[in-house]
């Protein structure tokens, strides 16, 4: 194949039209509707590819207004008060009880030593507290947000959609 300024294809410092990173049908990566051959060419006897829809017309509200107005309303406000009333003190907790497990087993590896029943001590039962402690928050939190945040955040959603103008993109 000739290039259009007078060089054959195969004259040093040609292009090669042929090369697959020439063309991005050739890797198959513009072919949309699976109509490419093996070489990436399109049958042009086939259908035309779809107009792309036109642009939405433009909202009266930006969304950026929106949201910030959203974030400054009350509903918002109590929403967050309500998911950082339970989620702080409930991450401290945790926390505290996490970092006095560890440091119980550097600072006192005699207690943490110490056997309950059998070959269980108090390391292996303050270890499975752990893991019994995560399940437990999880739950709690779960809880939490169902019955104290969801309607109140879902509610919000829904005013957000409906100022922004739903999901149309």
Do not use: C
């Amino acid at each position: 194949m000739d290039k259009q300024d007078g060089r054959s294809a195969g004259e040093p410092g040609a292009v090669r039209l042929d090369e697959p990173w020439y063309d991005a049908l050739a890797s198959r990566w513009g072919d949309l509707d699976g109509t490419a051959d093996a070489t990436g060419e399109r049958d042009r006897a086939q259908a035309p590819l779809p107009e792309p829809e036109p642009e939405p017309e433009p909202r009266p509200t930006p969304y950026g207004e929106v949201y910030l107005a959203v974030q400054r309303s009350a509903a918002f406000q109590e929403v967050r008060r309500r998911y950082r009333r339970f989620v702080v003190p409930a991450t401290a907790a945790f926390l505290a009880w996490y970092l006095a497990y560890v440091t119980a087993a550097i600072a006192a590896p005699g207690l943490m030593a110490h056997r309950v029943a059998g070959a269980l001590n108090v390391a292996m039962l303050a270890g499975l507290g752990q893991f019994a402690t995560t399940f437990l928050l999880t739950w709690a939190y779960a809880r939490h947000a169902r019955l104290r945040r969801d309607r109140a955040a879902l509610d919000l959603r829904w005013e957000t959609q409906e100022l922004t103008g739903g999901n149309a993109r």
